[in-house]
């Protein structure tokens, strides 16, 4: 069993429509959470990061995290054709290496 | 530079051949990160450095894999006796030192071993 599981998708929405992405965990030590935005043929960029429990939003995304079910999410609201990527969740315990989801392949449609 | 650069952006190699990817990070991030990414797959950690020091290199695969740093800025990935399987996208992440959840990825070099 992976540490991070991430359903690949895909996922194809309209535009407009609210986007739910969801990681599941086993390390309960995980402290950090993370979520980055991966287009074609570029590296991963950061979108969301957060430490323990709750939620952290910015601008049209929010992230959650719930450590007791070992779940996080990440949820983008007015979606839009140029939100059409991958996202990848990713986690690490204290310094150590980020462990990364296998990423959700997301399509906005106009 | 405005970002991490890699070079070459894709690189094909017969088996058994050697290979060397280049990472420059961004100015003034002592930390870099190797990672690899197969189709289909998140990245999967490789090796840190902080500084000119490889400071976790469990995730090297074997011992066909080698990295460097030497004055703690520029590094190379070194792949000896290339395999088919080690065909994938090598990126290379740098970030500041203590800010380590705050990765900054290049685009990565496309390796592929025919």
């Known amino acids: 069993q992976k540490e991070v599981e991430q359903d690949p998708g895909p996922l194809s929405v309209p535009e407009g429509a609210i986007v739910s992405l969801n990681c599941t965990y086993s390390?309960?030590?995980?402290?950090?959470f993370m979520w980055y935005r991966q287009y074609s043929r570029k590296g991963p960029e950061l979108l969301m990061y957060t430490y323990s429990s709750g939620n952290k939003e910015d601008g049209r995304f929010t992230a959650q995290v719930d450590k007791s079910s070992k779940y996080i999410s990440l949820f983008i609201r007015d979606s839009q054709p140029s939100d059409s990527a991958t996202y990848l969740c990713?986690?690490?315990?204290?310094?150590?290496?980020?462990?990364f989801g296998q990423g959700t392949r997301l399509t906005i449609n106009p | 530079g405005a970002g991490v650069s890699q070079t070459p952006s894709n690189k094909v190699t017969e088996k058994g051949k050697y290979v060397e990817l280049r990472c420059d990070p961004i100015s003034g991030h002592t930390a870099l990160y190797w990672y690899r990414q197969s189709l289909g797959q998140g990245p999967e950690f490789l090796i840190y450095f902080q500084g000119t020091g490889a400071a976790d290199d469990s995730g090297l695969p074997n011992d066909r894999f080698f990295a460097v740093r030497p004055e703690g800025s520029v590094s190379t990935l070194k792949i000896q006796r290339t395999e088919r399987g080690d065909s994938a996208v090598y990126l290379c992440?740098?970030?500041?030192?203590?800010?380590?959840?705050?990765?900054?990825f290049g685009s990565g070099t496309q390796l592929s071993v025919l």
């Open positions: 992440a740098s970030s500041m030192e203590r800010d380590n959840e705050k990765l900054f």
């Open positions: 990713a986690m690490r315990e204290g310094a150590q290496k980020l462990v």
């Open positions: 390390n309960s030590a995980f402290q950090y």
